[in-house]
Nanobody
Framework: QVQLVESGGGLVQAGGSLRLSCAASAGTFSSYAMGWFRQAPGKERESVAAINYSGTSTYYADSVKGRFTISRDNAKNTVYLQMNSLKPEDTAVYYC??????????????????WGQGTQVTVSS
C-alpha cells in the first residue's frame, strides 16, 4: 500500500508559478511511475504529466507542454510539478498517482493504482 499526500496548491494570479509536491509513504517509491492529473468542475479528469520510475522519461499534455515540469527525488520519496506561466484554465484540483507502468498514467484519464487526496490550484485572471 502506498499513501500519497499532495501539497503546494493555492491561489495565484495568471502568469504566476506554483510547485506541487506529492510525498509517498512507501520505501518502494522508486519502483513506481508517477503522474499528475487534474479535474476542473464539470470536466473529466485529465492527465497532465507523468514520469517513469527513474526520472529519465517524462510526458506532458499538449496544454501544459513548455510551462509545466515534472520531476522526482527518489531519495525523498517525492514527485514534483513545477507550474509556470499559469493560466485561468489551469484551475483545477490536482492529484498525483502511482502505478507500476507509465502507460497506466499517461496519456489517458488514468488508471493509477494509488491516488492522493488532491490539492486545489486556482488561477485568477
Amino acid at each position: 500500500q502506498v499513501q500519497l499526500v499532495e501539497s503546494g496548491g493555492g491561489l495565484v494570479q495568471a502568469g504566476g508559478s506554483l510547485r506541487l509536491s506529492c510525498a509517498a509513504s512507501a520505501g518502494t517509491f522508486s519502483s513506481y511511475a508517477m503522474g499528475w492529473f487534474r479535474q476542473a468542475p464539470g470536466k473529466e479528469r485529465e492527465s497532465v504529466a507523468a514520469i517513469n520510475y527513474s526520472g529519465t522519461s517524462t510526458y506532458y499534455a499538449d496544454s501544459v507542454k513548455g510551462r509545466f515540469t515534472i520531476s522526482r527525488d527518489n531519495a525523498k520519496n517525492t514527485v514534483y510539478l513545477q507550474m509556470n506561466s499559469l493560466k485561468p484554465e489551469d484551475t483545477a484540483v490536482y492529484y498525483c498517482a502511482a502505478d507500476a507502468v507509465v502507460a497506466a498514467l499517461f496519456p489517458g484519464p488514468g488508471g493509477g493504482k494509488y491516488w492522493g487526496q488532491g490539492t486545489q490550484v486556482t488561477v485568477s485572471s
